[in-house]
């Protein structure tokens, strides 16, 4: 498996250091043409961290991905629905709006998602947000030495006191090459670029 090869020189997940290379400066296209395996990228600024991730498991239409000390990330047609390891983790996402929306389509309108996370003292929380289509436009992006001539969708999501904007890359071949979603007041925004199918 190559792939673990790579996540040992771009693993910087939850335990690195602060100061750990931004992974750009250590992957390369050539190491990635070696990959066999699916693998992407996520990066969570608030929190210093980024990390490459494999799939490890399907349940139906949720994809979860995970680095090479057990952080994962569940996706659901390019939307995260869930997270774990993190420490202010996502425990589940409810956002067929925004799903729809990151493939192409998407409700008209406003629409409803809902995030629920566990406090510091195990007890559950919802957020519900009213979200929309903010925009879309053609927009070619580079990752990792690659280009990709992208559909770009802006979504704006919004509660009270708060407003997120989430972002989606979609290739037309239907990949979602490159996102920035919003998944917590901790965690803050996500970027998770596709960097092998």
């Not at 995970?66 to 983790?89: E, K, N």
């Not at 407003?163 to 071949?173: K, L, M, T």
């Amino acid at each position: 498996m190559r792939a673990f090869a790579i996540l040992a020189l771009a693993g910087l997940a939850a335990c690195s250091p602060p100061a750990a290379p931004d992974p750009r400066s250590v992957l390369t296209r050539a190491q990635l043409d070696q990959v066999d395996q699916p693998l992407i990228l996520v990066e969570i600024p608030a929190l210093s961290v980024a990390a490459t991730l494999v799939p490890v498991s399907r349940n139906g239409d949720v994809v979860t991905w995970q680095t090479g000390d057990q952080v994962s990330v569940s996706i659901r047609g390019g939307v995260i629905v869930a997270t774990r390891g993190l420490g202010a983790d996502l425990m589940s996402a409810d956002a067929p709006g925004s799903i729809a929306l990151a493939n192409g389509g998407g409700p008209g309108g406003t629409y409803t998602r809902f995030h629920t996370f566990l406090d510091g003292e195990n007890q559950v929380q919802y957020q519900a947000f009213n979200c929309r289509l903010r925009g879309r436009v053609r927009e070619a992006i580079e990752i990792i030495g690659q280009r990709h001539d992208t559909l770009r969708t802006d979504e704006t999501c919004f509660t009270e006191g708060f407003v997120a904007e989430n972002i989606y890359w979609r290739g037309g071949d239907g990949t979602l090459w490159k996102s920035r979603q919003w998944l917590g007041h901790v965690t803050g925004y996500v970027t998770m670029e596709r960097l092998k199918k």
